[in-house]
């Protein structure tokens, strides 16, 4: 709603939302009268209207002086966009996220090429921290071409040139998985070890993007999930896919896929498939459950570790679970367990 300057009358009054769970978390009046908001959307249905940048729960909305109407929305990676904005000019914004990402956004240029933020690929939202190994997602503009392009083995390492796009993170370059216009799939090459920071930078076509500055970290293990968000991607004892209507038993193993847990023993190349065995090379716990073995997935990318542990007894038909290693713990994930 929108008051006089004397707080005696209203000037207007109307709703933003969508069908969900929605919150507003900063605002910022324009010298015309103009209001934008920035928040979190739970849903994903809340209005787009620029189809150039990376979709997610954050929003930033534009409501005219009257309030009849929206003339500008947008979606950001989560928590990369929705905790603040500031005005520049009229139609030049900075908007914050939780992790202190501070990107700027102007209504009415072209789309740019531009990195935005940068996230565990497991994870749910973005964290600005990287650690070797670890599959990352990164947001932005122009990064890659219009029509996504998959990841290309050859002679057993993915590239690392993939669509005329190139990925490094200071002076190595990283296998890349995916890349389309608005994301990029690579995984952090094991060399940045030891590093407190690393510099990411995208090279579309042998032109630099702007250089996006995020820490390193020894390990910040996440656990892939299934579509939903919310159930681990994730093996019965018998190998089957783990669901609702193929649930583990109670006291049963069952396998997990994570990202993020730092360096394997011993340290693989970056971007092999179907590399030879390595273990988790730090302390690893789950849940305080038992757990028979931690290292790298066969099949997979390495950087992507396998682990396999006992659910117990008493397990629920939901069974949470969080990954630990050092005093990094994992977003909560769920297992489907038989009654």
């Known amino acids: 709603m929108k008051l006089d300057r004397t707080g005696s009358s209203l000037i207007y009054s109307t709703y933003l939302g969508a069908p969900g769970s929605d919150e507003a978390k900063g605002l910022a009046v324009a010298a015309d009268g103009s209001a934008f908001v920035t928040g979190f959307s739970e849903r994903f249905v809340f209005p787009a209207d620029d189809p150039s940048l990376p979709a ?7 409501f005219d002086p009257s309030g009849s109407r929206i003339t500008y929305s947008a979606r950001f990676p989560n928590d990369a966009a929705g905790e603040g904005v500031a005005l520049v000019g009229e139609d030049d914004v900075r908007l914050g996220g939780t992790e202190g990402y501070v990107m700027a956004l102007n209504l009415t240029a072209e ?8 996230s565990n690929a497991a994870a749910t939202r973005v964290s600005g921290r990287s650690a070797p190994g ?3 997602s990164i947001w ?6 219009k029509e996504p392009v998959g990841g290309v083995i050859n002679d057993g390492f993915f590239t690392k040139d993939l669509g005329g796009t190139q990925v490094f993170f200071d002076e190595f370059a990283a296998p890349l998985l995916y890349v389309s ?7 952090v090459p094991f060399g940045v070890a030891g590093r407190w920071k690393t510099r990411v930078r995208v090279l579309r076509q042998g032109s630099a993007l702007a250089d996006l500055s995020v820490g390193v970290t020894p390990v910040a293990p ?3 999930r299934d579509p939903d968000g919310k159930f681990a991607a994730a093996l019965n004892e018998d190998g089957s896919v783990n669901s609702a209507q193929n649930p583990a038993k109670p006291g049963s193993f069952v396998a997990i896929f994570l990202t993020g847990v730092g360096e394997l023993q011993p340290v693989p190349e970056d971007g092999p498939v179907n590399s030879p065995p390595a273990r988790v090379s730090g302390g690893l716990s789950v849940s305080n459950l038992l757990v028979t073995y931690a290292g790298s997935a066969p099949g997979l990318v390495a950087g992507v570790a396998q682990v396999n542990f006992q659910l117990p007894l008493d397990a629920s038909q939901e069974f949470p679970f969080s990954v630990t290693m050092g005093t990094y713990r994992s977003e909560q994930a769920w297992v489907h367990v038989t009654r």
Request: glycine letters at 18%; proline letters at 6%; zero cysteines.
């Open 111 to 118: 789309p740019g090429r531009t990195i935005m933020a940068l």
């Open 181 to 187: 216009g608005t994301q990029i799939n690579a995984v």
């Open 56 to 62: 997610g729960s954050d929003f930033v909305a534009r």
């Open 134 to 136: 670890m599959l990352v």
């Open 222 to 224: 996440e656990v892939f």
């Open 140 to 145: 932005g503009q122009g990064l890659g071409p």
